[in-house]
Each structure stands twice: as C-alpha cells, then as structure tokens.
C-alpha cells in the first residue's frame, strides 16, 4: 500500500516534527464518492500501523489512527479509500490554511 519511500519520510517526521507540524503531507488517501480526504504526514517507527493525519470529511480533524483501519473503510456504496498517486505532498501548514479558508 505505502511504498518503503513514504513510509520512510513518514517515520522522519514522528516526533517534534509532527507535533509543530513543520513537515509535509506525504500520502492522501480519499472517497471518490465524497469530499472524504485523509492526508497521513507520520508514523510512528515503533508501530508502524499508528499514523497522524489530517482529515476532511464535513470538517477537519488532526488524529492518531491506525493504518489497518484506514484502509478498510467502506464508503455507502462499499467502496475502500483510494490512494492517490498523482498527489504531491504539502506542507501540512498549507493544508490546513486551505482548510480553514474553505470553512
């Protein structure tokens, strides 16, 4: 699912950079069929099912979640999240600057 070059960039940014968000959004994983968007921008190296990211649904939230959960989602049509391959990571202060002006 993350290649070993994600899953890389996101164990850097565990710790202090994740909590003073000075790092990017690696991944973005979303609802074809809504405005469901979860952008991962860590991971933690000693459980590398535990992630931190930034999720747009009616809101946004920041949350600790499992990887093993994310990808096992079922949208009311019963489709999982896509993985986005033609997105480029963010700086996660961007995304959320575009988040709060869009609410």
């Known amino acids: 699912m993350l290649t070993n070059k994600q ?14 968000m000075q790092c990017k ?3 973005r994983f979303y609802d074809p ?5 979860c952008y991962i921008y860590a991971m933690d190296p000693w459980d590398m099912d535990t992630i ?18 994310l990808v ?8 999982t999240p896509s993985m986005d391959e033609q997105y480029a990571p963010k700086k996660i202060t961007t995304l959320l600057k575009t988040l709060e002006e869009a609410t």
Do not use: F, P
């Not at 096992?72 to 489709?79: A, C, K, R, V």
């Open 7 to 20: 899953q890389e960039k996101l164990i850097a940014n565990w710790g202090e950079r994740a909590i003073s």
């Open 25 to 27: 959004a690696e991944v």
């Open 33 to 37: 069929r809504s405005q469901w968007e």
């Open 52 to 69: 931190l990211c930034l999720i747009r649904g009616t809101t946004w939230e920041i949350v600790e979640w499992k990887l093993s959960e």
């Open 72 to 79: 096992t989602l079922i949208n009311d049509q019963g489709d």
